[in-house]
């Protein structure tokens, strides 16, 4: 069969021990991302190239405070700034942060019912960054969705989304979200919920998985980069009995039980996947010589002995292929048995692809 094939992420394909190693810690109540904006307890740290060439970071729901139980100064979503390579000697350091007041603090970039209405008076949790994406004209893009609820929902999901946005800016700070909406289901199965992003020359291509890291499908569509905004342009890649091709409806191109996808065009041309194996509780990797060519077994980046509660493994576009310049940002939520939070944080993983 040509092109991408049915793979099952299942947990004999991983290794027994992690490839990536522990750098830092990179968010937190002790460091000086929450003396300088009061960015503390904090999730994702997922990293996109900006319109000047450094590298934004948008952080989900964030708290002035370690723990995310005190509600304080909950934003999402945010998004901090570096020109620092991650291989550097001491790890990644932030620069700066979007559109931070006058006290000091880092706003959320773009609306969140937060526990309230969004957009067109829909009650959602929160709005969840998924993906950022930078075009040639300077505009940049965030893929998004609003969570409905984080109780656990169907299919024995963690939460289920109302429905996948886009959201925009021209000048870098302050995000609009379109009324572009791709609604979720009421099984909360839909495979368009939890985007990630990579443009390769006129096309952006869309890899999507369904909310909550339960079993289901991943899913491969592409659009022009300035035809985003059209949901009518949208290419599916699928399988129609005899090939692969696009303009069909979209076959899985790899099931399991995802987490949030990271999906990254390294400068040597190799393709490199990211996602929480939430069957395994490992982040891993898969590579491939292209978004429509087959995608390899997974490869254990970090493990739950590494880093427990972890759900989120984000790949830096500066990533190469070498040994150790795979540079991933690990989300992290630990609770006691009481439910009190003991870990709510991001840290810098470097590993080989």
Request: net charge positive; proline share 5%.
């Amino acid at each position: 069969m040509a092109g991408v094939g049915v793979a099952v992420a299942a947990p004999g394909l991983a290794r027994a021990q992690g490839a990536a190693v522990w750098r830092k810690r990179l968010t937190g109540a002790d460091l000086d991302t929450a003396a300088r904006w009061q960015v503390a307890g904090t999730e994702l740290g997922i990293p996109y190239t900006l319109e000047n060439g450094s590298i934004g970071y948008l952080f989900g729901n964030t708290f002035s405070a370690a723990r995310p139980e005190t509600n304080q100064d909950w934003r999402s979503a945010v998004m901090l700034r570096s020109k620092i390579h991650p291989a550097t000697t001491g790890g990644l350091v932030f620069d700066k942060a979007s559109g931070v007041r006058s006290n000091g603090l880092a706003p959320a970039i773009f609306h969140s019912g937060q526990n309230g209405l969004g957009i067109d008076g829909v009650w959602e949790v929160s709005a969840i960054p998924n993906d950022g994406i930078t075009f040639p004209n300077g505009r940049q893009l965030i893929s998004y969705t609003s969570v409905e609820h984080r109780t656990p929902g169907p299919r024995n999901s963690l939460w289920k989304t109302n429905y996948a946005g886009l959201a925009y800016s021209d000048n870098g700070k302050d995000f609009v979200r379109t009324n572009l909406k791709w609604w979720n289901n009421a099984n909360n199965d839909d495979p368009f919920q939890v985007w990630t992003m990579q443009r390769d020359g006129n096309w952006v291509y869309v890899f999507s998985v369904p909310a909550g890291r339960q079993h289901g499908a991943m899913m491969l569509r592409r659009v022009r980069w300035d035809r985003m905004l059209f949901p009518a342009e949208y290419e599916g890649w699928g399988w129609n009995g005899r090939n692969w091709g696009w303009s069909r409806p979209c076959t899985p191109i790899l099931t399991g039980r995802f987490g949030e996808p990271s999906v990254r065009r390294l400068s040597d041309g190799a393709w490199v996947m990211s996602y929480l194996n939430a069957a395994t509780n490992k982040i891993v990797t898969r590579t491939a010589a292209g978004p429509t060519r087959a995608w390899s077994a997974e490869k254990v980046q970090v493990t739950w002995a590494q880093e427990s509660g972890l759900y989120g493994g984000f790949i830096h576009p500066w990533s190469t292929s070498q040994p150790n310049d795979l540079h991933l940002l690990v989300s992290t939520w630990r609770r006691n048995p009481t439910g009190r939070t003991t870990a709510y944080h991001v840290s810098q993983y470097a590993g080989t692809v």
